[in-house]
T-cell receptor, first 109, second 116 residues
Framework: EDQVTQSPEALRLQEGESSSLNCSYT??????LFWYRQDPGKGPEFLFT???AGEEKEKERLKATLTKKESFLHITAPKPEDSATYLC??????????FGAGTRLFVKA | DAGVIQSPRHEVTEMGQEVTLRCKPI?????LFWYRQTMMRGLELLIY????????DSGMPEDRFSAKMPNASFSTLKIQPSEPRDSAVYFC??????????????FGQGTRLTVV
């Protein structure tokens, strides 16, 4: 069965304290690994797409990486405005998408 | 473009009533998705359309749920009759595939449904 697992469930950081979020996936025919950010009361907002193992993408303080079994979202020197829930999602055949449960990130000033 | 527009933003209804959620995708997007989000189960894909045609409805939980897309700019998700366990936030999203690779989905603000 296709599955996407994110860890940790919640992460509390001090401002400037770098860390990483994990997304492990077991899917047949991965066609893309997506990262989204979701703020309370809003829909998920796209961050990155990764298509093949070894690929990396960066945006401001965020960097996403992909291996054959997992993806990491690295957050460098986070700020309070980075507080949100981060979701990863695996696109499989037929454009079907499987989302992980998310990691709730809290960054304290 | 104003993005994906959903209505209503909030809906409170009594058990047994019919509920209709509405979505206007981004103009030019070929794919439309309906998701349900709960604390227990996270974000679940219910159904998706391509060029107004339902492609995969395997995520629709029961026959009480139905979705339509009569044209490229409008879709509905209907629950009849509604039950308290249907309470959740329902998201609509649209995307435009790029060649053989998927592009990202753009989500609406969601409809928070409460069935009492």
């Amino acid at each position: 069965e296709d599955q996407v697992t994110q860890s940790p469930e919640a992460l509390r950081l001090q401002e400037g304290e770098s860390s990483s979020l994990n997304c492990s996936y077991t899917v047949s025919g991965l066609r893309g690994l997506f990262w989204y950010r979701q703020d309370p009361g809003k829909g998920p907002e796209f961050l990155f797409t990764l298509y093949s193992a070894g690929e990396e993408k960066e945006k401001e303080r965020l960097k996403a990486t992909l291996t054959k079994k997992e993806s990491f979202l690295h957050i460098t020197a986070p700020k309070p405005e980075d507080s949100a829930t981060y979701l990863c999602a695996a696109h499989t055949g037929g454009f079907k998408t499987i989302f992980g449960a998310g990691t709730r990130l809290f960054v304290k000033a | 473009d104003a993005g994906v527009i959903q209505s209503p933003r909030h809906e409170v209804t009594e058990m047994g009533q019919e509920v209709t959620l509405r979505c206007k995708p981004i103009s030019g997007h070929d794919y439309l998705f309906w998701y349900r989000q709960t604390m227990m189960r996270g974000l679940e894909l219910l159904i998706y359309f391509n060029n107004n045609v339902p492609i995969d409805d395997s995520g629709m939980p029961e026959d009480r749920f139905s979705a339509k897309m009569p044209n490229a700019s409008f879709s509905t998700l209907k629950i009849q009759p509604s039950e308290p366990r249907d309470s959740a936030v329902y998201f609509c999203a649209s995307s435009e595939p790029s060649g053989h690779q998927n592009t990202e989905a753009f989500f609406g603000q969601g409809t928070r449904l409460t069935v009492v």
